[in-house]
């Protein structure tokens, strides 16, 4: 069964960093593409970050220069370091992991229950 937690989230004021972590359990996790999603109130879910089985990483224009996926094969963890942080960052945070396609497409089959990042202004 596949288990996704997240941690990290947080109140912060406007240019602090935060980082979150996603462990991950039950299945393979060098398996399978991992990804960043958020969702703010009264607006669409989102890509924030996505990191696949080689490392590879995309990023949402949004976050670009400012945020890093990164993930710790060993301890099944997957991270998202988040400097100069705005109020428009303001989201629930999702960490979600699946093949790649799906990832990509915003449709990964497996979902973490979310951490709500908080940023003042």
């Known amino acids: 069964q596949v288990q996704l937690v997240e941690s990290g989230g947080g109140s912060v004021q406007a240019g602090g960093s935060l980082r979150l972590s996603c462990s991950a359990s039950?299945?393979?996790?060098?398996?399978?593409?991992m990804g960043w999603f958020r969702q703010a109130p009264g607006k669409e879910r989102e890509v924030v970050a996505i990191?696949?089985?080689?490392?590879?990483?995309i990023y949402g224009d949004s976050v670009k220069g400012r945020f890093t996926i990164s993930k710790n094969t060993v301890e099944k963890i997957l991270y998202l370091q988040m400097n100069s942080l705005k109020p428009e960052d303001t989201a629930m945070y999702y960490c979600?992991?699946?093949?790649?396609?799906?990832?990509?497409?915003?449709?990964?089959?497996?979902w973490g229950q979310g951490t709500q990042v908080t940023v003042s202004s």
């Open positions: 990191i696949d089985t080689d490392d590879g990483t």
């Open positions: 039950g299945y393979w996790f060098s398996g399978y593409c």
């Open positions: 979600a992991v699946g093949p790649y396609v799906r990832v990509v497409r915003g449709v990964p089959p497996y």
